[in-house]
């Protein structure tokens, strides 16, 4: 029996390792798909209420963001197996373990979207330590 993010999945391509190019560690070089584009605004941690989830702790903050994430997807008709790219705003590259791991936690064996991470010197509030955006590809 497939089951539907598996059934998501297959519109997607996924090359790790495209030839001539180094490997990658915890995200995939290219995923390509057709179908519809959903792009996700930067989420930061903040819950419903416009509180922030997890202040000081970047593991929290990018649990409450993918769960941001998750919603934005669902609103649009996606979810997680039609992401194929992540782009993580980070004020400290030191945080990027906790937020692969909350990543890992929200995607569980989806195969790794493209990604690319960056440090920036400051977000629009400092208590805010990361920011995600995503782009998305669900089958017509």
């Not at 790790?16 to 989420?43: D, K």
């Not at 440090?119 to 990361?130: C, G, K, N, R, S």
Request: charge should be negative; proline fraction near 6%; charged fraction near 20%.
């Amino acid at each position: 029996m497939t089951t539907e993010s598996q059934r998501n999945t297959a519109a997607l391509t996924h090359i790790a390792e495209p030839p001539g190019v180094a490997p990658g560690t915890g995200y995939t070089q290219v995923v390509s798909g057709t179908g519809r584009l959903v792009a996700v605004s930067g989420q930061v941690a903040f819950d419903e209420q416009r509180r922030l989830v997890g202040e000081g702790d970047p593991e929290a903050q990018a649990r409450q963001v993918f769960e941001n994430l998750r919603r934005c997807l669902a609103a649009a008709g996606a979810d997680f197996s039609h992401v194929v790219k992540l782009t993580y705003f980070l004020t400290d590259i030191g945080h990027l373990p906790a937020v692969r791991t909350a990543r890992d936690e929200a995607l569980g064996d989806l195969p790794l979207p493209a990604s690319s991470a960056m440090q920036v010197a400051a977000l629009f509030l400092p208590e805010v330590l990361l920011e995600i955006e995503a782009l998305a590809v669900v089958p017509e």
